[in-house]
């Protein structure tokens, strides 16, 4: 059973930088797509990042290009996400996320895709 566990969130003030990791154990031989979502709220839980298997194809939501990278260690299975110039609306609890499949090279962009999930951690962002 795939498990994972995101660390390294806080508060920060905005203009600030954050960088979240997750570790993903009892995934045996297999390598996942993966993806960062967060949830504000009140809000729906929205993806914000998504990497592919190999880390080589990557998206990002609109509201966060330019500001968020995804990234992975295969050999550490590993997943990160480099927050810079955070703002107040980036507030909100950050999952991370394995998807169903392990085919591909593809960074999966629904919610549906995804069926590994950490607890989450929380960010906040002051003004």
């Known amino acids: 059973q795939v498990q994972l566990v995101e660390s390294g969130g806080g508060l920060v003030q905005a203009g600030g930088s954050l960088r979240l990791s997750c570790a993903a154990s009892?995934?045996?031989?297999?390598?996942?797509?993966m993806a960062w979502f967060r949830q504000a709220p009140g809000k729906e839980r929205e993806i914000q990042a998504a990497?592919?298997?190999?880390?080589?194809?990557?998206r990002s939501a609109d509201s966060v290009k330019g500001r968020f990278t995804i990234s992975r260690d295969n050999a550490k299975n590993m997943v990160y996400l480099q927050m810079n110039y955070l703002k107040p609306e980036d507030t909100a609890v950050y999952y991370c996320?394995?998807?169903?499949?392990?085919?591909?090279?593809?960074?999966?962009?629904?919610?549906?895709?995804?069926?590994?999930w950490g607890r989450g951690t929380q960010v906040t962002v002051s003004s």
């Open positions: 996320a394995a998807a169903r499949t392990t085919s591909g090279d593809t960074p999966y962009w629904t919610q549906s895709d995804y069926a590994y």
């Open positions: 009892g995934v045996s031989d297999r390598t996942y797509p």
């Open positions: 990497i592919s298997r190999s880390g080589s194809n990557t």
